[in-house]
């Protein structure tokens, strides 16, 4: 239980960090954690991205799309368990979360009616969202490859303690 906690506050102060210091647009860990909590830890801690997500929102604000990301990150965060077999699965995974991300936050933009409900609206809304996912898939790159360097760290410093004992 205690450690459970440990690991839901860990995961907020994760998240917490990536939104609340200046950065660009969708320039976060969002979809990384997204993807790896649930590779690394179980589904059992979806919810605990989800909550961290309402809880930081209470503070940046919720707007028309915030469902839309948290429902993102459920996709993701069930995918991922597809691609546990490896490293390049795993980037691989992450860069299609990503994907993820933009196609159903931005039918979420679409649903708004701000680019009209029309095939030209619904093109543009994607088309004018490009710069926007060339963060995303950078950020999800870096932040990845920064979460794979941490869990290979941890995993020899395990191997390394278990052969001193």
């Known amino acids: 239980m205690k450690k459970n906690l440990l690991i839901y506050i860990g995961i907020f102060l994760s998240l917490s960090a990536s939104r609340f210091v200046p950065h660009p647009p969708n320039f976060t860990s969002l979809i990384a954690l997204s993807f790896y909590i649930p590779v690394f830890l ?7 991205l989800i909550i961290s997500f309402a ?4 503070i940046i604000g919720y707007h028309s799309g915030t469902h839309w990301t948290w ?15 490896n490293l390049s699965w795993r980037l691989s995974g992450a860069l299609l979360g990503a994907i993820i991300f933009f196609v159903i936050t931005n039918f979420g933009v679409w649903s708004t009616g ?3 409900y029309t095939l030209s609206g619904f093109f543009n809304c994607y088309v004018l969202a490009i710069p926007f996912f060339a963060y995303s898939l950078i950020s999800t790159i870096l932040f990845s490859i920064l979460i794979e360097i941490g869990y290979r760290i941890y995993e020899n ?3 390394n303690l278990q052969k001193n004992n």
């Open 42 to 48: 179980g589904l059992r801690f979806i919810p605990a």
């Open 55 to 58: 809880i930081t929102d209470l």
């Open 71 to 85: 429902g993102s990150v459920l996709v993701i965060g069930v995918i991922s368990q597809y691609f546990i077999k």
């Open 114 to 116: 701000v680019y009209g």
């Open 157 to 159: 410093q395990l191997i």
